[in-house]
């Protein structure tokens, strides 16, 4: 199976949806529905057995749930920059050093994106003015915390529960953290 076009339908906010001319073996040739997006660059933060997650609502799935921080790499940005940039943003901490933790194509056949997640320990404060939500100390004192978007510190040990009950559905934060977890289990002297 080999891609051997593809063309524009709609582009729109750094999205585009196109069509590609796959030909099947045995010479099928069918069209296939894509997203193409723009890479992203995250981190699992982790201090004290804990890890920093942000409660986010996502409009189309209308639905709340927690996500390591994670955004688009700018044109001139390299994905540990931009990973130390969306945490500081999105949460008004500054990641320690970076290690890298993972590569992800979240999405499958259907889209194109690709996640590059690295993990950080020892965060400080971020000089300020920082707007970002406030990182509070314990998540499990959360009242479901729809209608306010926030950071929070979340037990590690939490994390399976949470995939289970959905209120982790984001296929690159459930990997990252799932990975991250394997590799605290295994002691691996990076993480």
């Known amino acids: 199976m080999r891609r051997r076009s593809e063309r524009l339908l709609y582009a729109a906010n750094g999205v585009d949806l196109r069509v590609a001319d796959v030909e099947l073996t045995g010479g099928e ?18 201090h004290g057995g804990r890890v920093l997650l942000l409660w986010r609502h996502r409009p189309i799935t209308g639905t709340w749930g927690w996500e390591i921080p994670l ?5 001139e940005e390299e994905p540990e920059q931009a990973a130390a940039r969306h945490v500081e943003e999105q949460t008004g901490l500054r990641p320690g050093p970076l290690l890298p933790l993972m590569r992800i194509r979240p999405a499958g056949d259907v889209a194109d994106c690709e996640h590059i997640v690295f993990a950080a320990h020892q965060p400080e404060p971020a000089p300020a003015p920082v707007t970002a939500p406030e ?9 479901g915390g729809e209608g ?15 995939i289970e009950e959905q209120a982790i559905t984001s296929a ?12 605290l289990l295994q002691a691996r002297p990076a993480h």
């Open 29 to 46: 040739r069918v069209e296939r529905p894509f997203i193409r997006t723009p890479r992203a660059a995250g981190a699992v933060v982790f």
């Open 71 to 75: 955004g688009e790499i700018g044109p």
């Open 135 to 143: 990182a509070r100390d314990d998540a499990s004192q959360d009242d």
């Open 148 to 162: 306010r978007e926030r950071a929070e510190w979340v037990p590690m040990l939490r994390v399976q529960g949470l």
């Open 172 to 183: 690159t934060t459930s990997a990252a953290l799932l990975h991250f977890l394997a590799d």
